[in-house]
Nanobody
Framework: QVQLVESGGGLVQAGGSLRLSCAAS????????MGWFRQAPGKTREFVAA??????YYADSVKGRFTISRDNVENTIYLQMNSLKPEDTAVYYC???????????????WGQGTQVTVSS
């Protein structure tokens, strides 16, 4: 059974930075794609970023501010979030799939989520 464990969430002021981590119980290169989604209160879950090999994908709302990366030795992916805005406040979920793009808004494996709160 695959486990994805997120960490790194917290409270930050607008303009600040946070780095989220997602540790996988299986080798990261065994997944077709890994990435991040988020869900704000009262809103539907939305795609944030994904990585496949050396290719990266971002939602328009985070382009230029967030960077996704992976460490295949540590079996971990990261989401570096800079220039944070109050509208980035959400629970952030790590996700992975063995064969499907996360841009479909679906994934075979999910983490438990980590809260990110950006104060104005």
């Amino acid at each position: 059974q695959v486990q994805l464990v997120e960490s790194g969430g917290g409270l930050v002021q607008a303009g600040g930075s946070l780095r989220l981590s997602c540790a996988a119980s299986r080798r990261t290169f065994s997944f077709y794609q890994m990435g991040w989604f988020r869900q704000a209160p009262g809103k539907t879950r939305e795609f944030v970023a994904a990585i496949s090999g050396s290719s990266t994908y971002y939602a328009d709302s985070v382009k230029g501010r967030f960077t996704i990366s992976r460490d295949n030795v540590e079996n971990t992916i990261y989401l570096q979030m800079n220039s944070l805005k109050p509208e980035d406040t959400a629970v952030y979920y790590c996700a992975a799939d063995q064969s499907r793009s996360l841009l479909s808004n679906r994934a075979g494996y999910w983490g438990q989520g980590t809260q990110v709160t950006v104060s104005s």
